[in-house]
C-alpha cells in the first residue's frame, strides 16, 4: 500500500456521505436477498449427508467385516448403553493435500456416551477412511474428546485401528499425535483411560495404548509395533509377520504392554465395560459402590483346605482370591505376563478394592523383573484412583541368578517398593503362609506402610526359610558334625520354634492379628471398612522420581 492510497483511509469526515435518517428513501445498495430456503430441502439434504458418512464406502465397510473387524460405530454401539451416544465433529475434514477434502469425520468418530448410564468418553478409528491414519482433523477430534474427558471428570476409551501417521500430511500428523501424548500425560492419574486395539496399531499409534492405564487387545486382529514387518525387513532383513512381530500374544505374555487380551471383539468390549465398573469417574470420586453387605461376618471354609499347611506346595492363589471377593468375580490384570504375581481388580462388601497376591503356582511365586513391574504400574493406578489395596502374601524371596541381576531385578524391585511406600489408599495385608527377606518387606509390610496386617496361623516370617537359615549361620558346626544332616534337622527345629511363626512378628507390632484363614474374607471387610475415610497428606513437592 502507498502513502496516497494511506491517505484515502485517513478521509475527514467531513468528506463522509451524510447519514441516513428516518424518512430518508433507502438506496437500493445490498444485493438482492436470496430465494427463501426450502426447509424440507435442507433437512433431506442433512439426511442424505448424514446417511452417506454415517454408513460409509460399502466396498471398505465389507473389506472391514472380511477382515474380521467390526467398523468404528458397530464398536461404539457394543460398548456404550444403547441411545446414549453423543457424536462430535461429525462432519469434520481435512481441507486437502491436493486431491481434495479427506472424507466427513476424517477417519475418527468422537463423542461421548454412557456405560452403566455412567459418562464416558470415547473415539473409535475408522479403519475403512484412509486405513483410521491419523491427520491435523483426526488428531484435533481426538484432543477434543480428551479435553472433555478431563474437564467432565469422566473415563476416556479409545479404540483404536489405525495405520499411523497419515503419509500426506507429513509433520502435521507427528504433531497431532505429540496432542494426543501431552493430553494423555496431563489426564494420567486425573481419569482412567483405556486403550483397546482392534486392528493395526502402527507407528505413533503404539504410543497411546502404552500410555494408557489399561489397554486390551483382540487375538487375530490387533497389532501393536512401531515399524512394521517391511520396515523390520528393510532394516535388519528378518523375516516376521504381523502377529509375530507385535500381535496379542506377543503383547500380553512378552512385552507387558497389553493389560487384557479377548477372543474377539464382543468379548473385548463386555470386558471393558466391566472393567469401566470397577473404575471411579475420576481421581476425585469413589468407586461405585454396589449392594452388598454382611461381608464382615462371612466365613469360607474353603479357604482352609486351598493352602497347604507346607511351606512349598503349591496352590492356586486365583482360588484365594475367589473365596475372599465378592461373588468369586473378579477381573485379572495382565494375566498371562508375570504369572507368578496376580493383580486384579474385585470388590469386597460392594466396594471395588485392587488385590495383589503371589502366585505359588509359577515360580513358587517369587518375585522377578517382570513381576515387580507388573505389581508397581498396579499398586500405582489403585493409589491414583483411590482404590484400597489388599496384598495376599505367600513369598519365597525375590528369583536369584545372573539373568536376574543383571536385567535389573533390583531397579525394579524398587519400582514395587516405591509404589507401596508413596500408596495412601486404604491398605490391607494378609500373610498367609511365608514372607521371606526382602520379599516380606516389599509385599506391602508393616514397615512400607501397610494399614492393617493379618496372618495366618501356619506363617512363617523371617529372613529367610528355616534350611537356609541354619546352613548359614551353623555352616562351621555343621561341617565339623559327625551326623550333620541330624544336627540340621535339630537346628531346623529350634528355629522354626524361635523365629518362624506369626506370633514372633505380631508380639513386636509387626503383625495387628494373627487370624483364622476361614474368617479372612472377614478380616478383609472389616478393616477397609474401618479404613474408609483414610486420608494422608504427604509434604510438597513437584514429584518423587520413581525408578522407572
Ligand atoms: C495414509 C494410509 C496409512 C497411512 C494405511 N493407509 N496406512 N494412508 N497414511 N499411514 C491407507 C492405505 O493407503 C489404504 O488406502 C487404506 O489405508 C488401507 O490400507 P491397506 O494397506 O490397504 O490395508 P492393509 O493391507 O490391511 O494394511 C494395513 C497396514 C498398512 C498394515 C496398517 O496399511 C501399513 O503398513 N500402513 C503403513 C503403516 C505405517 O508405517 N504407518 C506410519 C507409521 S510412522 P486406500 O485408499 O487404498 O483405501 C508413524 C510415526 C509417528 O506413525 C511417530 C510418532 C511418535
Known amino acids: 500500500m502507498t502513502i496516497s492510497e494511506l491517505d484515502t483511509l485517513t478521509t475527514p469526515a467531513r468528506d463522509l456521505p451524510p447519514l441516513r435518517t428516518a424518512g430518508t428513501p433507502q438506496e437500493p445498495t445490498a444485493p438482492p436477498a436470496p430465494p427463501p430456503r426450502d426447509m424440507r430441502a435442507a433437512m433431506r439434504e442433512r439426511e442424505e449427508l448424514r446417511e452417506r458418512i454415517v454408513t460409509g464406502r460399502p466396498d471398505a465397510v465389507d473389506r472391514q467385516h472380511r477382515l474380521g473387524k467390526r467398523t468404528a460405530r458397530e464398536r461404539l454401539e457394543l460398548l456404550l448403553d444403547p441411545g446414549t451416544f453423543v457424536e462430535v465433529d461429525l462432519y469434520r475434514r481435512h481441507p486437502g493435500t491436493g486431491s481434495g477434502p479427506t472424507q466427513h469425520t476424517d477417519g475418527v468418530v468422537a463423542g461421548g456416551g454412557m456405560i452403566d448410564g455412567r459418562t464416558v468418553f470415547v473415539y473409535a478409528q475408522d479403519f475403512t477412511i484412509s486405513g483410521g491414519s491419523l491427520g491435523s482433523a483426526h488428531a484435533a477430534k481426538i484432543h477434543k474428546v480428551l479435553d472433555l474427558a478431563v474437564e467432565t471428570g469422566a473415563p476416556v476409551i479409545a479404540l483404536n485401528d489405525s495405520g499411523g501417521a497419515r503419509i500426506q500430511e ?31 496399531c502402527a507407528g505413533g499409534a503404539a504410543y497411546s495404548p502404552a500410555l494408557a492405564d489399561f489397554t486390551f487387545m483382540v487375538r487375530g486382529t490387533a497389532q501393536l509395533y512401531l515399524t512394521g514387518p517391511d520396515v523390520v525387513r528393510a532394516v535388519t532383513g ?3 509377520s504381523h502377529a509375530e512381530l507385535g500381535g496379542a500374544e506377543v503383547h500380553s505374555a512378552r512385552s507387558g504392554l497389553a493389560s487384557f487380551v479377548a477372543e474377539d471383539e464382543e468379548s473385548c468390549l463386555a470386558d471393558v465395560r466391566y472393567l469401566v465398573s470397577l473404575l471411579p469417574d475420576n481421581n476425585l470420586d469413589p468407586a461405585p459402590v454396589y449392594p452388598a453387605g454382611g461381608a464382615g461376618a462371612d466365613r469360607r471354609p474353603a479357604l482352609a483346605e486351598i493352602v497347604p499347611a507346607e511351606p512349598n506346595k503349591p496352590y492356586d492363589m486365583r482360588e484365594v482370591i475367589a473365596e475372599v471377593v465378592d461373588d468369586g468375580e473378579f477381573l485379572e490384570v495382565h494375566e498371562h505376563w508375570a504369572p507368578n504375581v496376580l493383580c486384579a481388580l474385585a470388590r469386597v462388601d460392594g466396594q471395588s478394592v485392587g488385590v495383589v497376591g503371589n502366585q505359588p503356582l509359577v515360580l513358587a511365586g517369587v518375585l522377578d523383573t517382570a513381576a515387580s513391574q507388573k505389581a508397581a504400574r498396579f499398586v500405582r493406578f489403585c493409589d491414583a484412583f483411590g482404590i484400597p489395596l489388599v496384598t495376599l502374601v505367600d513369598v519365597p524371596g525375590f528369583l536369584p541368578g545372573t539373568e536376574q541381576e543383571h536385567t535389573g531385578a533390583i531397579r525394579h524391585g524398587a519400582k514395587l517398593l516405591y509404589a507401596y511406600c508413596e500408596a495412601s489408599v486404604p491398605r490391607v495385608q494378609v500373610i498367609l503362609r511365608k514372607a521371606y527377606g526382602g520379599a516380606y518387606i516389599v509385599m506391602d509390610s508393616r514397615s ?3 494399614d492393617l496386617s493379618l496372618a495366618w496361623p501356619t506363617n512363617e516370617i523371617a529372613v529367610m526359610g528355616a534350611e537356609g537359615a541354619v546352613n548359614v549361620i551353623h555352616r562351621r558346626e555343621l ?5 550333620p544332616d541330624r ?5 531346623v527345629a529350634e528355629y522354626s520354634a524361635e523365629l518362624a511363626h506369626p506370633y514372633f512378628a505380631a508380639e513386636r507390632g509387626l503383625v495387628d492379628d494373627v487370624i483364622d484363614p476361614v474368617d479372612t474374607r472377614g478380616a478383609i471387610a472389616r478393616g477397609l471398612e474401618l479404613l474408609r475415610r483414610k486420608r494422608r497428606s504427604a509434604p510438597q513437592r513437584k514429584h518423587g522420581n520413581v525408578p522407572l
Not at 501424548?181 to 482392534?198: E, M, N, T
Not at 561341617?479 to 551326623?483: F, G, P, V
Not at 544336627?487 to 537346628?491: I, V
Open 170 to 200: 507429513g509433520v502435521m500428523a507427528l504433531d497431532g499425535y505429540g496432542g494426543i501424548f501431552r493430553r494423555q500425560v496431563a489426564a494420567s492419574g486425573v481419569i482412567p483411560q483405556i486403550s483397546v486395539v482392534l486392528g493395526p
Open 238 to 240: 528378518e523375516q516376521v
Open 448 to 450: 512400607i506402610g501397610c
Open 479 to 483: 561341617a565339623a558334625a559327625a551326623d
Open 487 to 491: 544336627l540340621r534337622a535339630r537346628l
